[in-house]
């Protein structure tokens, strides 16, 4: 593995006046996946808990079969 460290050539956001950010409401494409994330990992660890005594490696990510769904249905997918 390379890595990589490069000087940062801008100011660093704490010391700036003021930082942009964006908010995503509770009907937001992204949050609505976050939840279903969260909560689908939660049960599955339960799930590994209740049958094997321990929360087992686990990577939960629907991100990509959301936006299918979305393209499907339709609307306009975006990626961060």
Do not use: Q, W
Request: contains cysteine.
């Amino acid at each position: 593995m390379h890595v990589s460290v490069t000087a940062l050539l801008s100011p660093s956001p704490g010391s700036l006046p003021f930082e942009i950010v964006e908010r995503k409401g509770l009907g937001h494409p992204d949050t609505i996946c976050d939840a279903l994330v969260e909560n689908l990992s939660t049960g599955l660890g339960r799930a590994y808990l209740e049958r094997f005594g321990s929360i087992l490696h686990h990577n939960v990510d629907i991100d990509d079969r959301v936006t299918d769904f979305a393209r499907r249905a339709g609307g306009t997918p975006r990626r961060n």
